[in-house]
């Protein structure tokens, strides 16, 4: 039972144009989300987070929508950056519990 | 350094042997986790320390698996006798009390142990 669903594996974008990446999730006890984004060969790093309470939060280039009625959320990077290139992980959080439920990730590739 | 510290980085071995991967988190920080990722998978949640007790080792998947953590600070994933499914890379987090400086529950992983059971 996958909890959290990111249901595009890959994602190519043309440099300077909006990079829309998305994740669906299923418990509605999540109260938090986070991205996080992963090189090779590195751990994943921490990007950008929300609270259910909100539904929005902008962190520069990076933007992070909630939809909790429909259970979504997205992330936006404008501009796209070849740097950018990376895998993105959506993720959630419950409550006092300290885990995290992560998706199975998104291949982004800006292109120069 | 500055960021979480995982040895080794990579770890082939045979099936049925033991196996130890060792976490050193950020200093300071009170809250450690191991994760195991599968390729083309996310990261999922195998134990969590406060301080030096388990407060949720509900993701282990077998009692093959055991970690430790026994001053609060360094913790070890213990693997007996391995399996070809093992094969996977894992990575520990650590993360600052909840409620000081972050509260969002951010995690800092560090770049993982790669283990290949042959």
């Known amino acids: 039972d996958q909890q959290v669903k990111q249901n595009s594996p890959s994602l190519s974008v043309q440099e300077g144009r909006i990079s829309i990446l998305n994740c669906d999730y299923t418990?509605?006890?999540?109260?938090?989300f986070l991205w996080y984004k992963k090189y090779p060969a590195e751990g994943p790093t921490f990007l950008i987070s929300i609270s259910s309470i909100k539904d929005k939060n902008e962190d520069g280039r990076f933007t992070v929508f909630l939809n909790k009625s429909a259970k979504h959320l997205s992330l936006h990077i404008v501009p796209s950056q070849p740097g950018d290139s990376a895998v993105y992980f959506c993720?959630?959080?419950?409550?006092?519990?300290?885990?995290?439920?992560f998706g199975s990730g998104t291949q982004l590739t800006v292109l120069p | 350094g500055a960021g979480v510290s995982q040895t080794p980085s990579n770890k082939v071995t045979e099936k049925g042997k033991y196996v130890e991967l060792r976490c050193d988190p950020i200093s300071g920080h009170t809250a450690l986790y191991w994760y195991r990722q599968s390729l083309g998978q996310g990261p999922e949640f195998l134990i969590y320390?406060?301080?030096?007790?388990?407060?949720?080792d509900s993701g282990l998947p077998n009692d093959r698996f055991f970690a430790v953590r026994p001053e609060g600070s360094v913790s070890t994933l213990k693997i007996q006798r391995t399996e070809r499914g093992d094969s996977a890379m894992y990575l520990c987090?650590?993360?600052?009390?909840?409620?000081?400086?972050?509260?969002?529950?951010?995690?800092?992983f560090g770049e993982g142990s790669r283990l290949t059971v042959l």
């Open positions: 320390f406060q301080g030096t007790g388990a407060a949720d």
């Open positions: 418990n509605s006890m999540f109260d938090y």
């Open positions: 993720a959630a959080g419950k409550g006092s519990a300290r885990q995290l439920t």
């Open positions: 987090a650590s993360s600052p009390k909840r409620g000081q400086v972050l509260n969002t529950g951010e995690l800092f």
